[in-house]
């Protein structure tokens, strides 16, 4: 059976997620994405996540936070995919950034444009964040806070994907995962210099307290 687009972005949340865990290193996912994103088939696709739990049908909330070592108070939301951010742009730009609370999925897609996400001021409600960013002749730039962690992996086709790791010095600290491809373009991920998370404690124990 022929993969679909869809096909392919569940198994690509599945390795996110796998990644965040430490259930793959990092060449571990590079090579199952750049995988994900060749197959053509279903036949391709399943074997790429047949060694992981979450295949067998994901897993509730609640587990999903006591595998990050968080409470659920921390990833209140962020459970499921739920309808992801979408930010578009054809022969244009499109920027989002500012103190917002960021959802736990946004998809990017530059053709012939430019989209730049900046995290920097955004308030996270959940410990994952992922981003799927395509660049078709155009470009995906991500700007996070210095105080995160950051990671992801993708593919360049005549092209250019750079996601710079980088590990929070606290475990809870919130985790962006970058994933994607650039065809003739270019999609870049990398900490703002000067720029911090201040009030990530504070917002786990205002929603604890309820408040």
Excluded: C
Excluded at 77 to 102: D, M, N, P, W, Y
Excluded at 131 to 155: C, D, H, K, Y
Excluded at 190 to 196: I, Y
């Amino acid at each position: 059976m022929r993969a679909s687009d869809a096909d392919r972005d569940r198994i690509a949340h599945i390795l996110r997620e796998a990644l965040a865990e430490g259930r793959l290193d990092a060449d571990e996912h590079a090579e199952r994405i750049d995988a994900v994103y060749r197959a053509k088939t279903m036949g391709e696709l399943e074997p790429l996540v047949g060694d992981l739990p979450a295949a067998a049908g994901g897993r509730a909330p609640a587990a999903a936070a006591a595998a990050h070592g968080q409470g659920a108070d921390w990833t209140a939301g962020a459970g499921g995919e739920g309808e992801a951010e979408k930010l578009v742009a054809v022969f244009s730009s499109h920027t989002r950034r500012g103190r917002r609370r960021i959802g736990p999925s946004t998809r990017a897609f530059a053709l012939f444009g430019s989209v730049e996400i900046d995290l920097t001021e955004a308030v996270f409600t959940q410990r994952l964040t992922t981003i799927q960013a395509t660049a078709v002749f155009g470009s995906v730039e991500v700007r996070v806070p210095e105080n995160i962690s950051l990671r992801g992996s993708g593919t360049g086709v005549f092209g250019d994907f750079d996601v710079r790791a980088l590990e929070a010095p606290d475990p809870e600290a919130p985790l962006v995962v970058v994933d994607g491809y650039a065809v003739f373009g270019s999609i870049e991920a990398k900490p703002k210099r000067g720029k911090r998370v201040t009030d990530i404690l504070h917002d786990k124990l205002r929603k604890h307290l309820g408040h």
